[in-house]
Every structure is written in structure tokens, then in C-alpha cells.
């Protein structure tokens, strides 16, 4: 079957109240087309990479009361879990499709991969699009052009305080036609991925 893209019901899945209620609309609207896009991006990364890379789609597990705010793939290198690896992502707010590389919280050498990103600074600066945008809490829905922040203050922070995260990528709005043309969108996130691989692999030094 191929991937059509996401419509609004997509979207609308975080307006349904209830955790058993959104978890199921969560698992027959979105995760089929996770793992449809999931499987071409996680073939695309291990030859841009070289080395495999494996799919993960969140389960939520650990929520007993609160429905989740948003949901994702991550795609990581590691085939027993994501969140202790630097990895990429694919998922949905209710209003927006986030496209990230993400360094989360979980990471156990954070502080090493935050060093080696300020050593290497003036090169990530000319490695990131304009257009990007940057999250220090994948938890929060907002996030900031890269024009707009200071990327070393960011860092420091991603070094020192034990919650702060570094994220980097794209937001594309809800209402955005490209999100319903499946081969378009897959595209966007290829392209949105590709000038992150040499800060993915600068984690790795």
C-alpha cells in the first residue's frame, strides 16, 4: 500500500480525549503510516550513514492516565531502543509535523557529544539550513529558527544542565498541502536529514 501522505483526522488523533481512546486512534490512523515512511527513511539513513540503522515507533507504554501530546518514529542505530543514542524523528504534534535529529535527555555521554559540538561549532554553523529550526525540549512543542539563537549558549546548556536536550530539523505546519502527497513528503525528510548526518556522526568521534 502506499504512503498517501497525512491528513487532518491525523492531526484531530490529539484532540480525542482519554488515554485508551487516543492510544487506539494512535495505533490505527498514524502508526500504519509510520511504519510505511519508517521503512524507506530507515533504508535511506543506513546508505547515507553506512552503517544499519533500525525503526522504532513509540508505544507510549509508561503513560497510565494522560494521553500523549504527540507521537513519532525515531529511527537510531541501536536495535534495542533510541532514546540513549542520538537519533532521528519523524512524528506529529497536533498541530505540526516535526522532522528532527534529536539528542535527548537519556543520553548517557551527553556531555562528551555537547563538548565535541562546541569544539566543532563554526563547522555546524555552516552545515545547518537557515530554514531549520532548534528544540531544547522535545517534550515542548515550540522551537527556534536557527537565525535567531545563539548556538553556543544552546550548547553550554545541552552540556551542563541534565534535562536540556538539543534537537534540530524542521517544522512543517498542519495545513501545509505537502504533508498529502506521500512522495513529496518522504522527499522533504530525506532532504531535512541529509545535512544532519555530519552532526550525527560528530556525535560518534
Known sequence: MP??????TDFDTFKIAGLDERMA???TRIQPKFN????????????MIGSEM???IAKHARRTVNPPKDTWLAIAGNKRGYKKHPHF?????????FVWLAFIYELPNKENIAQNFLTEIKAIQNIIPKDFVISQDHMKKDASPVVDIDLEKVLV?????????????KHIDA?????????????????????LIPIYRLAYK
Open 25 to 27: 486512534a494512535i495505533q
Open 36 to 47: 510505511m515512511i519508517g521503512e524507506i527513511l530507515t533504508d535511506d539513513l543506513s546508505a
Open 157 to 169: 546548556r545541552f552540556r551542563d544542565v541534565k534535562k536540556a536536550e538539543f534537537l534540530i530539523g
Open 3 to 8: 504512503f498517501n501522505g497525512f491528513e487532518q
Open 54 to 56: 533500525h525503526l522504532h
Open 89 to 97: 524523528q519523524v512524528g506529529l504534534f497536533d498541530d505540526h509535523l
Open 175 to 195: 495545513h501545509d498541502q505537502i504533508l498529502k502527497d506521500g512522495d513529496r513528503l518522504i522527499e522533504l525528510i530525506k532532504t531535512t536529514f541529509e545535512p
